[in-house]
């Protein structure tokens, strides 16, 4: 069976290339840290694209992260996962554009913060700020329904 591409596998043909990146994340206790590194996105066909985020880590190792993404036309949804070597959960995707085009918002859940044996909901949110600039920020939702964003960050196309 072959797919044909459509305008949602387009927009994201516009994450492909080399992107230096810096977050700042704010865990619920307050801890702060910063990461920076580099992510590369390539596609796989025309339907599909993966990027391998690297990041050093303050031990002295890396960080790296596998980011899959595409879209289903029967789901009417972007969907693909997350997955990075510090962590033994894979994050699954299913994610809607706003009305402006520019911003993906990705529903996932996976282990909480204050209890990892419980699951919580989170978002990841890309914005299209430019041809070269994205932004990047990930929240967790409270028992309130509001959200908490706890890591935001700039990528810039190298």
Not at 58 to 74: C, E, H, K, N, V
Not at 85 to 98: A, R
């Amino acid at each position: 069976m072959q797919e044909q591409a459509e305008k949602q596998h387009e927009w994201l043909e516009q994450l492909l290339g080399d992107w230096a990146f810096e977050h700042e994340a704010t865990m619920p206790d307050g801890e702060k840290s910063g990461m920076k590194g580099t992510e590369s996105f390539r596609q796989l066909g025309k339907l599909w694209v993966v990027g391998e985020l690297t990041s050093p880590l303050p031990d002295g190792s890396s960080m790296i992260a596998i980011t899959t993404l595409g879209y289903d036309p029967r789901q009417n949804a972007f969907v693909g996962n997350w997955v990075g070597s510090p962590m033994t959960h894979m994050f699954i995707y299913n994610g809607h554009l706003d009305e402006s085009g520019k911003v993906l918002t990705l529903d996932t859940s996976g282990p909480g913060f204050e209890d990892p044996n419980k699951t919580a909901d989170y978002q990841d949110i890309i914005e299209m700020v430019s041809a070269n600039e994205r932004r990047f920020c990930s929240q967790v939702k409270n028992a309130d329904g509001s959200w908490t964003r706890f890591m935001e960050g700039v990528f810039t196309r190298t």
